[in-house]
């Protein structure tokens, strides 16, 4: 959802160095606008080229970095107040800023998605990228990300110098290209174009399948049987495999040992087997197989974006040891900390723990309806094979059997809690006693139980959490409930509340109980009318001297909203922005 915030600005007069890189932008954007005749030629004038170089080549690569990251904004704030911009003006300008601002030697390049107007304009920049050998460690290819290219594919020229680009950039460490990437890109990357790279983002390009996963490996590429063909050193990894290898090799003075051995000696040492630690692969034409290949080679890997239902087909078959897949293949102790997986974790969870046991976050929904929980096995004492585990999303689960769980030495781990349900409770009272580590909470769409006992009553909740979210939470009958846990929160440094019924009496005694000194993000939102007034407002500001933002302030009862937003500006320093959350 989106809503208004109001947030804090530092005080004083800007800083030297962003009024300079401010003024000095629009020079730049001034001169090329006139120089350029208007938008009439993408290309720059050679004389004007060469004068405004020659004046920008003075400036440090920092200086210049700033100012490329803030072309955008400064090219709006000046020409865009004298003449009407479109989407053919605002890319050509965009392209000529970079022309003219651009080092070799920077740390970050992005495309910015104004570019996916205009043909020509990404090919002024895509030629200037691949003029000279640079050190950029990061580049953003935002232009591509728009649903445009999903139905539409890029030309060759484009197609063939993005290819070439990618020569220029050996010290690339994150790269982004979204919906247009292909096989042939991956095969590039390969071999060894970007020794460094450690994120890869190509989600959306429906170009990308197995065989290009395969081939990002380099020449080890250990894809199994499928679509695409096997290579010898998957049946060199498992038990099983090099059966079947030596009925084939029978007789021949070569072993699968041999071929296995072989297979690694010749690896390649520029791939990016050894570096890769986060890919995005979601929304692209690969499998299970795909997913199987990547974990088999990338052994460095940390996250791995990928569409759930592969990763429900890639555990299917790893669950039965009659299944297709070879737990056999996957090396020990994949270093793997994320997955986007929600659905049937809990039947998955025993080939989760064996090939991905460094997980750090799982969500587990609804197990009780599973046929393996109805077949009577237990699979939650699996959690506790999760040495890393630190983070839970459950929806719709019975919290008794989790409680078990937690008591048993799993809470001592866990960092953020997240809980959903209509129809269950959760008792935070329990909560806070076996989670004493715990961050973050969230509880939505709960029935929300918290009655601490008599013996508790000058003791703290929660000591080590900062981030709270309550959201559509149910009270039954204890509509005090949540005042009374966040009155016992005194370490919090964001409280979200989402139609949650309040006033200023609330307000008021729950600041009386707890001055709040952490809290630095506050977010009070509802689909109907907020009843807290200005009144709130100033005593949030006077208590909690660290407060940076408050999120949802335009849905209060304020009696006047105008006033009050030029009070919280001129006397404390507030801006107000929108902002968008989830």
């Known amino acids: 959802m989106i809503l208004e915030s109001v947030e804090k600005v530092p005080q004083g007069p800007s800083r030297l160095r962003d009024l300079g890189c401010l003024a000095v932008g629009e020079l730049v954007v001034q001169g090329l606008w006139k120089g350029q005749l208007r938008f009439q030629s993408i290309y720059i004038p050679e004389p004007l080229e060469r004068t405004i170089r020659e004046w920008i080549d003075v400036l440090p690569t920092c200086l210049r970095q700033d100012i490329l990251n803030k072309s955008s904004h400064i090219l709006f704030s000046t020409i865009g107040k004298v003449t009407e911009m479109s989407s053919s003006t605002v890319p050509i ?11 070799p030697s920077m740390q970050d390049v992005e495309l910015w998605t104004d570019f996916h107007w205009h043909h020509e304009a990404r090919l002024k920049v895509l030629h200037l990228l691949h003029s000279q050998q640079t050190t950029v460690k990061n580049l953003h290819l935002t232009c591509y990300r728009t649903p ?91 038990g099983e495999g090099q059966k079947l290898l030596s009925n084939i090799l029978q007789g021949s003075p070569v072993s699968a040992s041999q071929i296995a051995t072989m297979m690694k000696q010749n690896k390649i040492a520029t791939s990016m087997v050894d570096t890769l630690r986060s890919l995005n692969v979601e929304n692209t034409a690969i499998d299970g197989r795909g997913i199987e290949t990547v974990l088999e080679n990338f052994t460095h890997l940390q996250r791995l974006y990928a569409d759930e239902p592969h990763w429900q087909s890639l555990l299917v078959n790893l669950s039965s040891p009659a299944g297709p897949g070879c737990r056999d293949c996957f090396p020990h102790n994949l270093p793997l900390r994320a997955l986007n997986l929600s659905r049937n974790t809990y039947s998955l969870l025993e080939p989760l723990s064996h090939i991905l046991p460094n997980l750090e976050h799982l969500s587990i929904s609804n197990f009780e309806r599973s046929e393996v929980y109805l077949d009577g096995q237990d699979n939650l004492p699996i959690l ?82 900062k981030y709270l979210t ?10 005090a409930c949540w005042k009374r846990l966040i009155k016992r929160c005194s370490g919090l440094v ?88 989830e």
């Open 93 to 103: 300008m965009l392209a000529a800023i970079m022309e003219t601002l651009y080092s």
């Open 148 to 238: 445009i290219f999903q139905f539409q594919a890029l030309s060759f020229s484009e197609r063939f110098l993005l290819m070439n680009v990618l020569n220029k950039f050996g010290h690339l460490q994150q790269l982004s290209v979204p919906y247009v990437a292909d096989d042939d890109l991956l095969a590039k990357l390969g071999g060894g174009c970007c020794p460094q790279l450690e994120s890869l983002d190509v989600q959306g390009s429906w170009e990308v399948t197995n065989q290009g996963l395969a081939a990002m490996s380099g020449q080890d590429g250990q894809m199994v049987i499928g679509r695409v063909g096997w290579v010898p050193s998957h049946f060199a990894q498992c």
């Open 494 to 581: 964001r409280l979200t509340l989402q139609n949650i019924r309040m006033t200023d009496a609330d307000m008021t005694d729950i600041l009386s109980n707890n001055l709040f000194t952490q809290l630095e993000e506050l977010n009070i939102s509802s689909t109907g009318t907020i009843n807290l007034t200005e009144e709130s407002v100033y005593k949030l500001i006077e208590k909690c001297p660290r407060l940076r933002k408050i999120g949802g302030i335009c849905c209060w009862s304020a009696r006047d909203i105008v006033t009050l937003l030029d009070q919280l500006s001129c006397q404390h320093h507030f801006k107000i922005k929108m902002d968008d959350r």
């Open 384 to 465: 506790h094979t999760f040495g890393k585990l630190s983070s839970l999303d459950l929806q719709d689960v019975d919290m008794e059997q989790i409680y078990h769980y937690l008591a048993q030495g799993g809470g001592q781990n866990i960092r953020c809690f997240l809980y959903k349900s209509r129809h269950r409770h959760i008792d935070l009272v329990k909560l806070d006693t076996l989670c004493p580590n715990l961050k973050e909470l969230t509880v939505s769409d709960s029935l929300m139980v918290y009655k601490p006992g008599n013996h508790m009553v000058d003791i703290k909740s929660f000591t080590s959490l």
């Open 470 to 479: 309550l959201k559509d939470v149910s009270l039954e009958g204890d509509q």
